[in-house]
């Protein structure tokens, strides 16, 4: 049996394996140190925003960032249905209740008609909304042209959700910059990975101060240790972030692979009638984190489930989109305002592998995997 292709393995090797060594040796394995500080400055600059708080998780930022613009328990919070779990348990984790959003059918992302449609009637209702959470899906941006007034009108703070977007932009402005604050994560799947962690980005410093006094168990400055109110330890170590350093050095590279593999995709669907690439052709800003096949079954006499079922018997990984969160159980009593998007893509939609560390032997592979199925069932 041929080894088996993963849809996005972390992308390591000697550069990530100097500055890991580097920390190290330097002695600062206690959790913070000037790695740390070195990775936020990096990683602000990259984005183009004032401050960059770096932290255990994706999740930690989103929950820090809704904590710090005043999501409170019992509040509601505007997210997008199509989206993993981790933004929905951070909107929980505060008390306040997620209120899902679909998609637009095209990029997946939340759809701003829908989103406005929402607040009108939260607002008539005279519901309180803390937050809007966007997501950025597969390191597509979502419309943020259209979504920001829509939350200024409104007078409710964004929170983007830019754990898979580092590296895209919208129209020209990074991902990670827009609205109040926006999470990114470095998990491992992610387009570059500290094995497990994530960073809250803003440009307001009383919110960044704010996320890392929170993030070190909310500690009073008192050298007996003085709280006031609840914390958390959600700080990341500077072992990590001295990965993290190195791997920013290959972001650009490494999204230039993804970008590689996807037209290697898109060349191969091009002739599939009712194959399409997820997000459509536009995706010049996008930074290609994962690359999915949208199938039309009346078109194409197969479904993605059956793509899917001929690439694990070659010992290829490959899913369906995130399943929408209004359908997901454990969401089954929450609010959503809906137009069936969503669930048309996780009912049509396959994500294949799309990692930057696949070797061109691996690409190859799993192209003639997709031949292999395609030739046969036409
Ligand atoms: C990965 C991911 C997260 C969570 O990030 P972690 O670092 O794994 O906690 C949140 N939201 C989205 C959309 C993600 O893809």
Redesign the pocket.
């Known amino acids: 049996m041929n080894d088996r292709i993963l849809m996005s393995s972390p992308d390591v090797g000697e550069v990530e394996e100097r500055y890991l060594l580097d920390a190290f040796r330097s002695g600062w394995i206690a959790p913070l140190g000037p790695d740390v500080d070195a990775f936020e400055r990096e990683i602000a600059d990259r984005v183009g925003v004032a401050h960059a708080a770096a932290l255990a998780?994706?999740?930690?930022a989103?929950h820090l960032g809704l904590l710090t613009l005043g999501v409170r328990p019992g509040d509601v919070v505007l997210t997008s249905t199509l989206?993993?779990a981790?933004?929905a348990n951070a909107i929980v984790y505060t008390g306040a209740r997620p209120h899902f959003i679909d998609s637009e059918l095209e990029s997946g992302n939340i759809d701003p008609e829908l989103l406005e449609h929402a607040l009108t009637e939260l607002h008539d209702a005279g519901t309180r909304v803390a937050a809007i959470v966007p997501?950025d899906l597969l390191g597509k941006a979502a419309d943020y042209t259209r979504i920001l007034p829509i939350a200024e009108r409104f007078g409710v703070p964004m929170l983007a959700?830019a754990?898979?977007s580092l590296g895209a932009t919208h129209r020209g402005r990074p991902a990670g910059s827009f609205g109040a604050a926006s999470?990114i994560?470095?998990?491992g799947n992610?387009i570059m990975t500290t094995s497990?962690?994530?960073m809250l980005l803003t440009d307001d410093s009383d919110l960044a101060s704010r996320v890392r006094y929170l993030s070190t168990q909310a500690r009073q400055p008192a050298v007996h240790y003085e709280h006031t109110e609840i914390g958390y330890n959600y700080r990341l170590s500077n072992l990590l972030a001295a990965l993290g350093r190195a791997q920013l050095t290959r972001l650009d590279s490494m999204m230039a692979r993804r970008r590689q593999v996807r037209d290697v995709y898109r060349a191969l669907f091009a002739e599939v009638p009712g194959a399409s690439i997820f997000g459509g052709d536009d995706d010049a800003e996008d930074n290609c984190w994962l690359t999915s096949v949208i199938i039309d079954p009346g078109e194409a006499a197969w479904t993605a489930k059956d793509l899917r079922a001929a690439l694990e018997a070659a010992n290829i990984e490959s899913r369906p989109l995130w399943k929408p969160m209004h359908l997901q159980r454990v969401f089954a009593n929450a609010a959503a305002t809906l137009n069936g998007n969503a669930q048309r893509l996780f009912e049509t939609g396959l994500t294949l592998p799309s990692g930057s560390a696949l070797t061109d032997a691996q690409v190859e592979r799993v192209a003639a995997a997709i031949e292999d199925f395609v030739d046969a069932g036409v």
């Open positions: 998780s994706g999740t930690a989103l989206t993993f981790a933004t997501v959700d754990a898979e999470a994560s470095f998990n992610k497990g962690g994530g």
